[in-house]
């Protein structure tokens, strides 16, 4: 047998796949720039004894237990009764087209069909793998992962992922690996704020970016292992919720998608390939301008009432918002966190001239109205409980434990998606609502469906969530919906595929919220982040900075404002109407445009430089010293920007100072910052 080729081509990468000759497996042939698969792989080892060891076998594509296990197994599989445990397959077919490529595998003795799925996405240097599987006998999934990815490597490997809890996502974190195995994930029924899942390897100090991300909003795995002889193999996949996924002969699974990227640019080069990806997921819904929003939480809490809001949504129009959002307590039942959820009917105490005439009167303000909700959620003193209590996640004879005094709903039932649905579609269609926030504010505890046999009620909820995100998006396209769980709890490409912005943390202190969006803005494009300006102390970094570090802080993504507003002085609100108006001259380059992040959290200046055709436009921020002491008044700083022409004149719009392309790429931009001047908004002409 020879070897067989096929090679996916991206915007300005290559991944070439080969048939084993040796055995029945796909091989990694080369993944990097563009012409590398004209030349050796840099994964092709030779055999120098008769062992075949992790270092001298060759780099499979995806690995079933029982061929060659020596550093884990993408899949495991077995029958029910525990027979046959185990794959061996032979491969039966190969079929492809123009940024496509499938690999057909069968185990004819077990009864089971894998396809190995790949897919280039237009535009991007992104390359789609997923896997597919068809029982033609009753058979247990114990693992079935999405794909292996091997990345080489010529010494130690650096992994970047994203840590934290809740209040603090998203903070980048690096770990040299120089052998052995490493392993984040979730079993909170979403991504969960400790990890996100994605990470990114890089061969040590060398520049070159490889990374991954998967597409599943349930319980996830992302493994590392560094194996001897140069090389990182990187495996990803759902997490089964009862240890085994039953695939039903005649059944067939598709895992999740595995989202494979590259940059010769490091990990800057990275995020913005991930960023024109989540343009591509956006489809049509990227040129729909994200509005400024007023969003009243803070401000009011659960004491929401009509006459209060409006206020609020009057002082709102008045500096600039283009959209009201009410937050948590609308509806009947929710003096506070203890009662209400489920029982989703405008409360006609706070709304004594009707619900309706209240999203009129907001909307006559020049405002488009917004509302909040937690669908999965549900009080234990509500109607909905108490008409179907079988509704959560019990077991029978179990106590069913409060988390933030509410249960969770067991959204992988029909019956209770279609009453989500139902709500979502009575609520939309009742009042003219534009804007709609999902939040999710508790993991499941006390999973279980009785009488219900072992299912995956994680995919199923992952299934049911899905198709009431499927629903809005088809029957209220024109709804702009925000993802929540308590915060960045559950952030990933299937929801952000749904959805158009995301909340990256319930924390908006100033300090605390620029190191979350640091680590946000490596995976995440700036178009899909909200944030708002508030009046927020800092939780870990308590250092104060100015209503400007506030603005600039949230202008790097989808700008809203979050404090209350009565309490601010005519100064403070006249201030905020400059930064509104600032922030609408150049929304379109920082939600389309080129992002590359500038400088570092420990540095004395950082900040995001956007670009998009002639215009440059640059977010600075001063981090000030680290052991707390206050700016220095008068001191110069600069940020040295990136990817502009050398020869070229940029001219700065507020002060008319032109600089050569040359000077701001080894000089810098110049700043003086001071305690009164700890941020800035630079909007550059290219001549």
């Known amino acids: 047998m020879t070897y067989q080729r096929w090679t996916l081509r991206t915007e300005n990468t290559s991944y ?20 590398v698969e004209d030349g050796p792989s840099a994964l092709d080892w030779s ?4 062992f075949i060891t992790p270092a001298d076998a060759a780099p499979a594509e995806y690995l079933p237990y029982g061929l060659r296990p020596f550093t884990g197994s993408e899949l495991v599989a077995s029958r029910p009764d525990g027979d046959n445990r185990g794959v061996w397959w032979e491969f039966t077919g190969a079929e492809g087209d123009e940024g496509a490529l499938r690999l057909a595998f069968h185990d004819e003795l077990l009864g089971l069909r894998t396809v190995l799925h790949y897919e280039s996405v237009p535009g991007t240097d992104v390359i789609l793998r997923w896997t597919e599987f068809t029982a033609t006998h009753e058979l247990r999934l114990e693992r079935p992962d999405s794909a292996a990815v091997n990345i080489p490597v010529s010494g130690l490997a650096r992994l970047t992922y994203l840590t934290g809890q809740w209040s603090q996502e998203f903070q980048r974190t690096q770990l040299d690996l120089p052998r052995g195995t490493f392993t984040i994930g979730s079993l909170q029924g979403a991504p969960g704020h400790a990890y996100a899942p994605w990470l990114a390897v890089q061969d040590g100090e060398a520049s070159a970016a490889y990374g991954i991300a998967l597409a599943w909003p349930g319980n996830w795995h992302i493994t590392a292992e560094a194996e001897p002889g140069g090389a990182v193999r990187v495996r990803a996949g759902r997490v089964p919720h009862e240890g085994a996924v039953p695939l039903a002969p005649g059944e067939t699974l598709a895992t999740p998608q595995l989202a494979c990227a590259f940059s010769p640019d490091g990990l800057d080069g990275l995020s913005r390939v991930w960023h024109r990806y989540e343009r591509h997921l956006s489809g049509a819904r990227l040129h729909r301008p994200r509005k400024v929003l007023y969003n009243s939480w803070e401000a009011t809490g659960f004491d929401v009432d009509a006459a209060g809001q409006l206020e609020l949504a009057k002082t709102a129009a008045d500096i600039g918002a283009e959209l009201f959002v009410v937050d948590d307590g609308w509806f009947t039942g929710r003096a506070d966190d203890t009662g ?22 907001v909307r006559a303000l020049g405002l488009d ?51 989500v649905i139902g709500t979502l579609d009575r609520l939309l269609g009742s009042y003219d609502i534009s804007y709609l926030k999902w939040d999710m504010n508790r993991p499941p505890t006390e999973r279980g469906r009785p009488g219900a046999g072992r299912v995956d009620l994680d995919a199923e909820h992952v299934a049911g969530y899905l198709r009431v995100l499927d629903h809005l998006r088809s029957a209220h396209p024109d709804v702009t919906v925000e993802g929540c ?35 946000f803005l490596h995976a995440h494009a700036p178009h899909v982040m909200s944030s708002w300006v508030t009046d927020a102390p800092g939780i870990f970094d308590p250092r104060p900075r100015s209503l400007a570090f506030r603005f600039v802080n949230a202008m790097c993504g989808v700008l809203g404002v979050g404090a209350d507003l009565r309490a601010w002085t005519p100064e403070q609100r006249a201030e905020a109407a400059r930064w509104i108006g600032r922030y609408k001259e150049v929304r379109d380059v920082i939600h389309h445009g080129e992002a590359r992040l500038l400088g570092a959290l420990e540095d004395p200046s950082c900040g995001v430089q956007y670009d998009a055709g002639d215009r440059t436009v640059v977010a600075a921020l001063s981090t000030g010293r680290l052991d707390g002491a206050p700016l220095m008044p008068g001191r110069p ?22 600089y050569s392309g040359a000077h701001l790429l080894h000089y810098g931009l110049p700043f003086a910052w001071s305690v009164d001047h700890d941020a800035d908004l630079v909007v550059l002409i290219r001549e």
């Open 637 to 658: 700083d600069r940020l040295r920007l990136r990817g502009l022409e050398p020869a070229a004149g940029y001219r700065d719009t507020a002060t008319g100072t032109t």
């Open 16 to 35: 070439t796949v080969r048939l084993s000759p040796d055995g029945p497996w796909a091989e990694l042939d080369a993944w990097g720039p563009l012409g």
């Open 369 to 419: 109205f917004g509302l909040w909700i937690e669908p999965e959620a549900v009080s234990p003193g509500s109607r909905l409980y108490a008409e179907h209590p079988e509704w959560v996640y019990r077991i029978e004879g179990r106590p069913g434990r409060l988390v933030r005094n509410e249960l969770l709903l067991d959204l992988g039932r029909t019956d209770v998606q279609d009453f």
């Open 485 to 519: 769980a308590g915060g960045g709890g559950r952030i990933e490409h299937a929801a952000i595929a749904r959805t158009d912005v995301v909340w990256p943390s319930d924390n908006t202190a100033p300090l605390d919220r620029l190191s979350t969006q640091y680590g």
């Open 47 to 50: 055999r120098r004894t008769h």
């Open 340 to 361: 209400g959820l489920g029982d989703w009917w405008p409360d006609p105490a706070a709304f004594p001239q009707g619900f309706g005439q209240f999203v009129a009167d």
